[in-house]
C-alpha cells in the first residue's frame, strides 16, 4: 500500500469501506467519531459498527476532539503511530497550538520546537489537514471566543478571553465566521431569520440557507442531519425552519451547476464581511469558469500583493460554497491548497469545470 496517511487522497466512501473492513494498516492515517457516542476511533476499532449517517471522518485525533469528540478507551485512537512521518508532526504543533490558543504561536517557534523548518511545517499542515498552521490556531481561537460569549453573554469579556486584543481584531478575524455581529451571535441569533433545506447533489449533500435578503450560507458535507445541526448549533436562538419549496429555485441552480448543465451561479447573497473578504470574495466571482487563479495572483488582483495568506484566510472563512468560487483558488506551484469542504470535492469541481468548459 502506498503512503495511506495521504488522508486527502481517501475520499469518505473509501474512508467507510476502511472502517467497515477494520484495516489496521490505515491506522494513524485517519480516525472516525459517531455523533450518537461522541466517541472517536480509529478504522480497526473492534467494537460495533455505527450507521454511516452517524459518522464523521477526521485526519488527526485533534481536530476530531476540536468537535467534541473523546477517545475510545478500547482502541485509543490517539496512540495510533501514524505511517506517514508528517502526521505526528502536524499533531505535535496542533498540541502546542492547543495548549495556548489565545497566544501567538509563531512559524518560528513552532517548527524549532517541533524540530522542522518552517516550510516543512507549513507544507505538513497542508497535506494533512489543508490548512496552515495560523488558519488552525485562528479556528481554535474562534471557537474560544463561541464558548466564552456564550458563556459569558457579553462580546468585550469573551473577546480578550480569547486572545483578540481589540474589538477591531475580533470584527476582523471573526465576524465573518459568525455570520453576523458577534453581539447578535452571542445572543444565538436571535431574531434572525433562516430559512434552509438539505437535498442531494453531485458531491454528497448540500444545505443551502436564506435570510430574507438571500443566500447566508451554502455548505457541503456527507450527511444532511450533520449539515442541518451544524447550522442549529451555530445559531440556537435563530428562527431556523425547513423550506424545501421555497428553495427550490436556488438549489435547483447550484446542483445544476455541480452537473455541469450551467456555468454560472448568479444568486442573491446576504453574507456580513470586512472590507477586505468582500474584495477577496468579489474577486473570487470574477475568475472564470473552467480557470483557476493563485493565492498570490488574487491578493495582486485587490492590490494587496504582500496579502496572500489574508487571502488564503478569507477563502477558508468563505460562508457560502460555490456561490463564492474559493474552489477556483490555488496554490502558486499548481497545488490544491486547502478547501473548507473538503480537498476531494475541491478536485472533483475543478475537474468537472475544466472537462465542461472544454470547446
Known amino acids: 500500500m502506498s503512503n495511506p496517511a495521504a488522508v486527502p487522497e481517501l475520499t469518505p466512501e473509501r474512508r467507510w469501506r476502511i472502517v467497515l473492513a477494520r484495516d489496521r494498516r490505515y491506522d494513524g492515517a485517519f ?69 495556548h490558543p489565545d497566544r501567538p504561536a509563531s512559524l518560528a517557534i513552532l517548527s524549532t520546537r517541533t524540530g522542522t523548518t518552517s516550510h516543512q511545517l507549513v507544507r505538513a499542515f497542508q497535506r494533512v489537514l489543508g490548512i496552515s498552521p495560523r488558519q488552525y490556531r485562528d479556528a481554535r481561537r474562534l471557537d474560544r471566543f463561541k464558548r466564552e460569549l456564550r458563556t459569558r453573554g457579553r462580546v468585550s469579556p469573551a473577546l480578550y478571553e480569547a486572545g483578540y486584543g481589540s474589538t477591531s481584531r475580533v470584527y476582523e478575524r471573526a465576524h465573518a465566521q459568525l455570520g453576523m455581529t ?17 437535498a442531494p447533489c453531485p458531491l454528497g449533500r448540500l444545505l443551502v440557507a436564506t435570510t430574507e435578503r438571500g443566500i ?35 438549489v435547483g441552480a447550484i446542483v445544476r451547476y455541480l452537473e455541469g448543465r450551467t456555468q454560472q451561479l448568479d444568486l442573491p447573497l446576504d453574507v456580513r464581511a470586512t472590507a477586505f473578504q468582500r474584495r477577496v470574495w468579489e474577486a473570487l466571482r470574477r475568475i472564470p469558469y473552467g480557470r483557476t ?5 488574487i491578493a495582486r488582483a485587490i492590490g494587496r500583493p504582500r496579502a496572500t495568506r489574508a487571502v488564503a484566510r478569507a477563502c477558508a472563512t468563505n460562508p457560502a460554497a460555490l456561490v463564492i468560487p ?33 470547446p
Do not use: M
Not at 225 to 244: C, K, M, N, T, V
Not at 293 to 297: F, I
Open 182 to 198: 458577534p453581539a447578535t451571535y452571542s445572543r444565538g441569533g436571535k431574531g434572525v431569520r433562516v430559512a434552509f433545506t438539505v
Open 31 to 99: 480516525v472516525y467519531g459517531v455523533r450518537s457516542t461522541g466517541i472517536y476511533c480509529r478504522p480497526s476499532c473492534p467494537s460495533r459498527r455505527p450507521r454511516r449517517a452517524q459518522v464523521d471522518f477526521f485526519p488527526v485525533p485533534e481536530v476530531a476532539e476540536r468537535a467534541g469528540f473523546r477517545a475510545c478507551q478500547r482502541c485509543r485512537p490517539a496512540e495510533a503511530p501514524a505511517p506517514d512521518p508528517r502526521v505526528p508532526l502536524v499533531r505535535a504543533a496542533c498540541r502546542l497550538i492547543d495548549a
Open 326 to 358: 474559493c474552489h477556483r483558488v490555488v496554490r502558486a506551484d499548481g497545488g490544491l491548497g486547502g478547501y473548507r469542504w473538503g480537498n476531494e470535492r475541491k478536485r472533483a469541481l475543478l475537474e468537472r469545470e475544466q472537462e465542461t468548459a472544454k
Open 293 to 297: 487563479r493563485s493565492y498570490t495572483q
Open 216 to 250: 447566508c450560507r451554502v455548505s457541503l458535507g456527507g450527511d444532511a442531519a450533520a449539515l442541518e445541526a451544524g447550522l442549529r448549533a451555530e445559531f440556537p436562538a435563530a428562527r431556523i425552519r425547513r423550506d424545501r419549496s421555497g428553495l427550490a429555485a436556488s
